[in-house]
């Protein structure tokens, strides 16, 4: 493990019962090892915690804090990275699902190139882990300006090298602090880097916060609007274009 970079997964959860075991699974199953899973509980009411707990007294690379109080997934998140001791961070959703190639084939594609962010594409599964047959694909180099047109970049395909890309805050917003995250990163310069290799299986679940596509559009427009201080009409015509790009992301 000497020379081998340590990853830190950033894994915020909130009653997620009946799929945590199977993300954290897929991270134990990971081809590359060297990682640290760290888990940050937003003060769950089912059995979130217990089922964390049983996977952390079987392996010592797994850190969980489960939180006194819900403060919502951006705060979890950014107490997740807090904790963080590697050079890489990994974002992972709690009902999300690695391929076990996954940080491996990211890890190598960063360091070869010496780049500081980069995300995949992925598949899409069904509650039950089912695969829907639906690929949403990395479309390549973003800039700021191209990812503010097309949101692409799912979140748990994200990994971000800390020696080049210093600060990752995660700003609060309820259903687009990822795309908001994603965009205060890009804005200093930087550009993330699109993965073809298909890494990260995307759970589609009917109740989740995401998958309210109208609460999920307000919380960008606000995103487009408060954080990036878009003109209105700057910010109506990248509104337009992420609505195309989604309607067509899940065709």
Request: proline residues 2%; positive net charge; charged residues 25%.
């Amino acid at each position: 493990m000497e020379n081998q970079p340590l990853v830190s997964v950033i894994m915020p959860c909130y009653n997620m019962e009946k799929f945590i075991a199977y993300t954290i699974e897929s991270v134990q199953r990971q081809t590359y090892t060297h990682w640290e899973l760290l888990i940050v509980d937003d003060a769950s009411t089912d059995k979130t915690a217990d089922i964390v707990k049983s996977h952390q007294n079987q392996d010592d690379r797994i850190q969980f804090y489960v939180k006194p109080k819900h403060s919502g997934i951006a705060d979890t998140r950014n107490q997740c990275i807090k904790m963080a001791k590697g050079r890489f961070l990994a974002f992972l959703d709690s009902d999300d699902l690695w391929h076990p190639e996954k940080l491996e084939q990211q890890l190598q594609f960063m360091m070869e190139r010496n780049i500081g962010f980069s995300y995949s594409s992925y598949d899409c599964v069904d509650e039950k882990g089912y695969p829907l047959e639906k690929r949403v694909k990395a479309i390549g180099n973003l800039d700021h300006d191209a990812y503010m047109h097309n949101t692409i970049i799912g979140c748990s395909t994200v990994m971000i090298d800390t020696t080049i890309i210093k600060e990752v805050v995660v700003p609060n917003f309820r259903t687009s602090e990822d795309s908001a995250t994603w965009l205060n990163i890009l804005k200093k310069g930087f550009i993330a880097y699109g993965i073809d290799s298909c890494l990260t299986s995307y759970r589609i679940r009917q109740h989740s916060a995401s998958s309210n596509k109208l609460k999920a559009a307000s919380d960008l427009w606000r995103v487009y609007r408060k954080q990036e201080k878009l003109s209105l009409f700057k910010a109506i015509g990248c509104f337009v274009s992420y609505a195309f790009h989604a309607v067509k992301k899940r065709l």
